[in-house]
């Protein structure tokens, strides 16, 4: 779940915000400030997007059976201009089991601010081997 892959810190933030402000079972959205976006126009365009999180989204596993997962292309795409690096350990484990990892410098919203880097790395990403046909 993802409350166990963030820092421990942010899991607690967001059982927090949902006990105070969400009603037990939402994550409010977040100031639009944090994503480190280029102008007023987008932070505006991208608050008037946010809306409540249930929490149970960042709580509950994702299931995948493992020969399926197999068959998908893998890589992972690090927006690099996070201070403290929260996902530096993910990368780790992408590395170590062969993913493609590529850094963009930018922020959590890269598709809006780097939106061809971000298009070039799914384009990529498709036409790239599964991990199944990499180990065979």
């Known amino acids: 779940p993802m409350l166990n892959m963030v820092l421990p810190e942010a899991a607690e933030r967001y059982r927090r915000l949902a006990a105070e402000r969400g009603d037990g079972w939402r994550i409010p959205p977040p100031d639009p400030a944090q994503f480190g976006l280029p102008d007023a126009r987008m932070q505006g365009e991208v608050a008037r ?75 990529r990403t498709a036409r790239a081997p599964s991990i199944e046909e990499r180990l065979s």
């Open 49 to 123: 997007r946010l809306t409540d999180q249930p929490l149970r989204t960042f709580a509950e596993p994702v299931r995948a059976a493992q020969a399926e997962a197999m068959r998908v292309p893998c890589s992972y795409l690090l927006a690099s201009d996070r201070e403290g690096q929260p996902y530096a350990r993910h990368v780790a484990r992408a590395e170590a089991a062969g993913w493609p990892v590529e850094r963009i410098a930018g922020g959590h919203l890269l598709m809006l601010t780097q939106p061809d880097a971000v298009t070039e790395f799914l384009l």
